[in-house]
């Protein structure tokens, strides 16, 4: 699994994206690494472990370190999304693969307006 935060502008205001990454940054030094190559996006990589529990803490650490950036990312109307990638290698050996969605971690994506995308990669 790879787990991102994902901050997307429809305006395309690449400036307007580039000057959020260096808020992050000020904020944990590396986080933001440059808008993607369509300039109205760009990710910030939360955690890579094969561990959902690992996944979600490290997301509610992000969410708190970077509320006020979160918060004007919404003021200048861009869309933040965790964004969770299952890869075919992450559901070998098991028949199903389960995450739970709990209530308190919702309700935390929710106080801070951040949507939730499950990118299931099969090949």
Request: with cysteine.
């Amino acid at each position: 699994m790879y787990t991102v935060v994902r901050f997307v502008i429809d305006n395309g205001d690449q400036k307007q994206l580039e000057a959020l990454g260096a808020e992050l940054n000020r904020l944990s030094p590396g986080l933001f690494d440059g808008l993607h190559r369509d300039h109205e996006r760009f990710s910030c990589s939360i955690d890579r472990s094969d561990d959902w529990e690992e996944h979600k803490q490290a997301v509610i650490d992000f969410l708190d370190q970077c509320k006020t950036v979160i918060t004007h990312a919404h003021e200048l109307g861009v869309d933040v999304q965790l964004d969770v990638a299952i890869d075919e290698e992450d559901c070998e050996n098991c028949a199903i693969k389960c995450l739970l969605l709990d209530v308190e971690f919702l309700q935390r994506l929710s106080a801070y307006g951040v949507s939730f995308v499950f990118s299931i990669y099969t090949f």
